[in-house]
Structure formats: structure tokens, C-alpha cells
């Protein structure tokens, strides 16, 4: 009789321990971040709604996951931060997949791939760089590219660089430009590119379709100069911000993604907001 309640005890502790997968959450809704003002990647149309490639994206996404998503402005400088925090549940903000990020947060597989370079008015000293028209590949320790690393500098030896603050490309532009140029950081993408048009900094350093959409809205009066930098320097690729803990939220965003992938859906938006393929190799 005893041996027998010993079993039944060992079957409801089993019974217990086997259905402590199923009690992970369920996920039916879910809450992205953008920034809003990182166009054409996320941009906050004039009646308040998120609109370009991420939004729309996402709503792929979302369809695909069969879950209500609902998409929030943030600050680009806390989102990791507020993300850990519990404020939403999803970063979808051009995030680049890095080994300094994954200590803190997980990503997706990435949903894009692109490329860096810096912006200059067309009339400028600045302009034509060397390597202008070129792409080179750097690796995260910059071989690859410290021939064209070196040009640069002698270029902009006495510049002014803006950048975006708390970006991959920020950090790209202290370790190799520091000791030669004045940098000033912007909390936006959009205010550096007004300052350079209004001629308070010299060259400005970001994605390469950023820039680009920027420069239509100032009539291509700046143009990339020197060449666009490409490679693992910036990391694997752009993919969501997840917390660590939330597996199964990124099993699924993972599976959406590949779905997105495999039908065309990424390189049909990826042409319809940057005018090329940024589809992930």
C-alpha cells in the first residue's frame, strides 16, 4: 500500500514536472517599438501613425503569427534598456545584430542586411572621398578595410562627423576618427542630416539608406562620399530585439521572418522603401 502511494506520488510529481513547458506564455499580443524618425526603415506619418518598410513588415509579420501587434514610438537611446524592462516586447528599429547586444538581449535571425557610409554636401571639400562608388567589406576588427580606414582620415583630418548616438556606427566613427576629427552626436538621424545641410558639421556617418532618403528630401544637395562600408564590421545583419527569456516569442518572430524570406515579401518591401535588395545573404 505504501509502495503503491509512493508511486501514485512519483506519477503526480511527473505529471507536474511534464507540464511545466505548456505553462509558457501564450502570446496573442504583442508590442513593437520603432522610433518613428529613422525613414524609410520607420517614419511617423502626418496623421501620427507608423508607417515604411518596418511597419509594414511587421504587419507581415504579425498576419503570419496570427497575433494582435501593436506598434509604439520610443527613443532609439533606451530601447534596449526599456525592452528589459518590460515597456514592450519587441524592438523592430534597424537593430543591428551585434556580439555586444546579444549579451543583453536576443535577436531574430535577421530580416536585413546593409551597408554604412558618410554624407557630404555635393559642393563641398568633403565631396568624392576616396573610394567614392566603391563598397568595401571590413571585418569587426576593421581588416579588411584600413587602407581605405587611413585615406579617410587624411581627408577629413579636421572635420566636424554627426552621428546618431548609441549606434554601431558610432562607435565606428570614435575608434577611428577620434584623434583627428570633432564628433557630434544627435539623439536623431534627422537632426544630423539638418545640420549638414545648414553647414554645422562637415560629413555626416550612417546607414547607407538612411542617408539616401535623406538626401532627396534636401534635392541632392549631399551625396555618399567616400565608399560604402559593408561586411560583418556592423554586425550580421538588422533583426528584433526580444528579451532573453521570451524563447518562444522569438521562435516565432523566427519562423515569420523565414516565411517572409522564402515568398518574396522582404525584397518586394525592401524595394518598394530603399529602391534596392537588402534581403540578408
Not at 503503491?4 to 506519477?11: M, R, W
Not at 513588415?57 to 504579425?62: D, K, P, Q, S, V
Not at 522569438?250 to 524570406?261: E, G, S, T
Request: charged content about 25%; aromatic content about 10%; some cysteine.
Amino acid at each position: 500500500m505504501k509502495f503503491k502511494s509512493i508511486l501514485v506520488a512519483a506519477a503526480a510529481l511527473f505529471a507536474v514536472a511534464s507540464t511545466t513547458p505548456s505553462q509558457a506564455k501564450e502570446w496573442k499580443e504583442v508590442t513593437i517599438t520603432l522610433e518613428g524618425a529613422y525613414a524609410p526603415w520607420n517614419m511617423t506619418n502626418p496623421d501620427g501613425s507608423l508607417g515604411g518598410f518596418e511597419p509594414e513588415l511587421a504587419e507581415y509579420l504579425c498576419n503570419h503569427m496570427k497575433v494582435k501587434c501593436n506598434l509604439v514610438a520610443s527613443d532609439w537611446d533606451s530601447m534596449i534598456t526599456s525592452l528589459n524592462a518590460g515597456k514592450f516586447d519587441v524592438v523592430m528599429d534597424a537593430l543591428s545584430i551585434t556580439p555586444e547586444r546579444q549579451k543583453v538581449i536576443a535577436f531574430s535571425i535577421p530580416y536585413a542586411n546593409t551597408h554604412a557610409a558618410f554624407a557630404a554636401p555635393t559642393e563641398s571639400d568633403y565631396a568624392q572621398a576616396p573610394g567614392t562608388g566603391e563598397v568595401v567589406k571590413m571585418a569587426p576588427d576593421y581588416s579588411g578595410g584600413k587602407d581605405q580606414i587611413d585615406a579617410l582620415r587624411k581627408t577629413f583630418d579636421g572635420a566636424t562627423i554627426g552621428i546618431q548616438a548609441a549606434t554601431v556606427y558610432a562607435k565606428f566613427i570614435y575608434d577611428n576618427f577620434k584623434d583627428i576629427a570633432t564628433i557630434r552626436e544627435y539623439k536623431t538621424g534627422a537632426e544630423r542630416d539638418l545640420d549638414l545641410q545648414t553647414g554645422r558639421i562637415d560629413v555626416g556617418f550612417d546607414d547607407t539608406t538612411n542617408l539616401l532618403a535623406s538626401f532627396k528630401t534636401s534635392d541632392e544637395a549631399m551625396a555618399i562620399t567616400g565608399p560604402e562600408i559593408a561586411g560583418t564590421v556592423f554586425g550580421i545583419g538588422e533583426g528584433l530585439g526580444l528579451r532573453k527569456e521570451d524563447t518562444e516569442l522569438k521562435a516565432m518572430f523566427d519562423d515569420a521572418i523565414k516565411a517572409a524570406l522564402a515568398d518574396g515579401t522582404i525584397k518586394k518591401l525592401s524595394m518598394k522603401w530603399f529602391g534596392t535588395d537588402v534581403t540578408p545573404e
